[in-house]
């Protein structure tokens, strides 16, 4: 059952701040620093919201750092946001990069960027290739170079396409219905289940008392 969210909490936004947008934990498999390998092939800033857990020290270190100094004035740490700079930072962003390195489950950032109308660009990992419809809510590339290519062409995309696309599959209303819709199948098959055991109770052969002479 896909994941749902109040669409009210995620109002459309423009894409005009000029930059890309990247949100999550700053671990290997989540991809910051492919990110901000794509974003300086594609010459455009990148905005970094999420922080290392402490087991992912050593990769923030060796990885993300190092490109954050080389990118300077276009790449900006943000640091860990709550709600509602998330969401400004989504409505402002061109895009979403979501290179992801490992099989993400679902990938709720997908769904918040796809809903204030910004494309997610990403890897065909893990839910991907079901959350993203190509060309509508996203792009699904191979690389670094691909991601950064595809950067590039994002001037003609339709943002409320994206949304209205996104109210569709990703309102915790449908998410709700599909539940709804998945309970009374359940309980419809119980129903026949048991409707059918007392009819067959009830045409079983009565068993006959036994006698001596049988």
């Known amino acids: 059952m896909h994941h749902g969210l109040d669409p009210d909490l995620y109002p459309f936004g423009a894409g005009d701040g000029g930059y890309c947008a ?15 390998d794509a974003a300086r092939v594609a ?36 640091g860990e946001v709550t709600h509602e700079p998330k969401v400004e930072l ?3 962003a061109r895009a979403l990069l979501f ?12 769904i918040e960027s796809m809903l204030v109308g910004s494309p997610v660009i990403a890897f065909a990992r893990g839910s991907v290739p079901e959350v993203v419809d190509e060309g509508i809510t996203g792009f699904i590339v191979k690389d670094a170079h691909e991601m ?19 109210l569709e599959r990703w309102s915790s209303m449908r998410m709700a219905r599909d539940y709804e819709k998945a309970y009374e199948r359940v309980a ?13 109770r009830e045409g079983a052969r009565p068993l006959r008392a036994r006698t001596g002479t049988e």
């Not at 290179?99 to 997908?110: A, D, N, S, T, Y």
């Not at 419809?188 to 067959?200: K, T």
């Open 22 to 36: 990247f949100l999550g934990r700053l671990a290997p498999e989540k991809g910051a620093h492919t990110a901000l």
């Open 43 to 78: 010459r455009v800033e990148l905005r970094i919201g999420g922080a290392p857990h402490w087991l992912n020290d050593e990769y923030f270190e060796s990885c993300v750092r190092p490109r954050l100094d080389k990118a300077g004035r276009r790449a900006v740490w943000l």
């Open 90 to 92: 989504l409505r402002g």
């Open 99 to 110: 290179p992801i390195e490992w099989e993400e489950p679902f990938g709720l950032v997908m």
């Open 148 to 166: 950064a290519a595809r950067i590039r062409t994002l001037g003609s995309f339709d943002r409320k396409r994206c949304r209205a696309r996104a």
């Open 188 to 200: 419809s098959s119980r129903r026949g289940r048991l409707d059918s055991g007392v009819h067959a």
